[in-house]
């Protein structure tokens, strides 16, 4: 690994915006990457998603994937800078750092000897609405004639991701005939309703355990200060570590939000995003061969978790796959988003590790009843 490459290109990447939907311009950056190191099959997909190969024997292929998109708008990416041991500005972990560590392998692995192929895959909309829909399409591709899944990510050091945390996403609409802020006053207003219904929905997430969440994430509406909404939404992202309990707040959130729909009120609901549940177990060969790959590389606390990663796809369909992250960090989705620069030695010798080892097990099957 050439550390000083890997920055440069980390902050070449993070300065390409990349809102979901969209990747086009970094992923053409990723391409041309791909391109001048040599890997061969390199191209863009129909969805958006970079591939290139790293050719070896006759082994399943192990899929070494990192996801191009960011929740940052394009008008809201701040180039990131160097300050000290870190590297600091929006989407540089999450997943800038990840992508260049993909470019990075073009480099490294082509010069390890290897049982069979490694694809690297740089793809689309991972985050917010996107719903792993570039991940559905490798899986797509790949199905179950792989070694594994190895999905990246840039600050989970020390995290291995084999369970697929289930969520559900829903918009609520609330609509009514609206009017004058003085001439109508009285009449119901869709803003008006939507704050009583998310107070609410507050209440409900109050009552549901630590493991499973409820987030009011984005709400809009109305025309003008002076006027009666006519209409208005709210986006609700809903999770929990049991598919069971998550099923059970969906449907409580659904007839709250519907007791608020009268004559005067109409309330639409609608699904806009569900991400799968499932896992492989802690003793799976892939789990341990990532937990001895961190430990080989230095690391002395390795965490076996679940979360809601482009893991999430193949593991929902009982194939064996893992998140994995690169470097450690902070402030994630936020301004002040930074990596460590220190680890990543650590991190990136970990993931060389796990590809290799991936490529030798021998057989590797997943338990899609594990859903937490």
């Known amino acids: 690994m050439d550390l000083d490459r890997l920055i440069k290109h980390t902050l070449a990447i993070q300065a390409i915006p990349s809102p979901t939907f969209h990747e086009s311009h970094r992923a053409a950056f990723i391409k041309n990457a791909f391109t001048k190191a040599g890997l061969t099959d390199v191209e863009i997909d129909s ?3 970079v591939y ?20 940052f ?16 500005g929006p989407g540089v972990g999450d997943n800038a750092v990840a992508l260049a560590a993909l470019i990075e ?7 390890i000897d290897r049982s069979g192929d490694v694809w690297l895959v740089a ?9 792993l829909r570039g991940m559905r399409q490798v ?9 594994a899944y190895i999905c990246l990510e840039g600050m989970a050091l020390g995290h291995v991701y084999h369970r697929a945390l289930p969520v559900h996403r829903y918009r609520v609409t609330a609509t009514t005939a609206g009017g004058h802020a003085w001439i109508h006053a009285g009449r119901p207003s869709a803003i008006h309703t939507l704050l009583h219904l998310g107070s609410g929905l507050l209440n409900l997430a109050g009552r549901a355990n630590s493991r499973t969440t409820l987030n009011v994430g984005t709400i809009s509406g109305g025309t003008t200060i002076n006027s009666i909404a006519r209409s208005a939404w709210m986006e609700i992202d809903l999770r929990s570590e049991s598919a069971h309990s998550l099923r059970v707040l969906c449907e409580q959130v659904t007839a709250h939000a519907r007791s608020f729909a009268d004559r005067d009120m109409r309330i639409q609901i609608d699904t806009i995003g569900e991400r799968p549940s499932g896992g492989i177990p802690e003793k799976h060969a892939l789990v341990q061969a990532a937990r001895q790959a961190l430990e080989d590389a230095g690391e002395t606390q390795v965490l076996l978790e679940v979360g809601s990663t482009d893991a999430s796809i193949p593991l ?15 402030e994630a989705h936020s301004m002040q988003e930074f990596v460590e620069i220190q680890p990543i030695g650590r991190g990136y010798q970990s993931i060389v590790n796990l590809t ?10 997943g338990d899609p009843g594990l859903s937490g």
């Not at 392998?105 to 010069?111: A, G, N, R, T, V």
């Not at 793809?123 to 719903?131: H, P, S, T």
């Not at 899986?139 to 070694?147: D, M, N, T, Y």
């Not at 290799?356 to 099957?365: F, G, H, N, S, W």
């Open 105 to 111: 392998l073009s480099h490294d692995l082509p010069k």
């Open 73 to 88: 708008e394009e008008e809201a990416n701040v180039e990131a800078r160097l300050e000290g041991e870190r590297l600091v």
């Open 123 to 131: 793809n689309v909309c991972e985050e917010g609405l996107g719903n």
């Open 316 to 330: 929902s369909l009982g194939l064996p796959g893992v998140c994995v992250g690169l470097t450690r960090g902070g």
């Open 356 to 365: 290799l080892a991936a490529l030798k097990i021998d057989q590797i099957t």
């Open 52 to 71: 290139g190969a790293v050719r070896g024997g006759s082994t399943p292929p192990v899929v070494l994937s990192a996801h191009l998109d960011t929740v």
């Open 47 to 49: 969805a958006g998603n």
């Open 139 to 147: 899986v797509e591709r790949f199905g179950e004639h792989v070694s």
